[in-house]
């Protein structure tokens, strides 16, 4: 590996939520989080949401997250 090449590798996620897209975006994030490390970015791609008896029931956002990965030397 050259010295002071960043290699950065993206992950695509969708979140959920009954609150709100934010929070959806939230959730993708915290569990990415649980297991990815050195997260950079997050890019929202779309919104979706569930529908029950007229009535959003699901929040949901598809996201890209961008996380640096890190390698032994």
Request: overall charge positive.
């Amino acid at each position: 590996m050259v010295k002071g090449v960043t290699v950065v590798k993206i992950i695509e996620l969708i979140g959920s939520s009954p609150k709100g897209w934010e929070e959806a975006v939230k959730d993708a994030l915290n569990e990415a989080s649980k297991t990815v490390r050195n997260i950079k970015g997050i890019d929202v791609i779309k919104y979706t949401a569930k529908v029950d008896n007229n009535k959003i029931t699901e929040y949901r956002a598809v996201v890209k997250i961008a996380f640096v990965v890190k390698r032994e030397e």
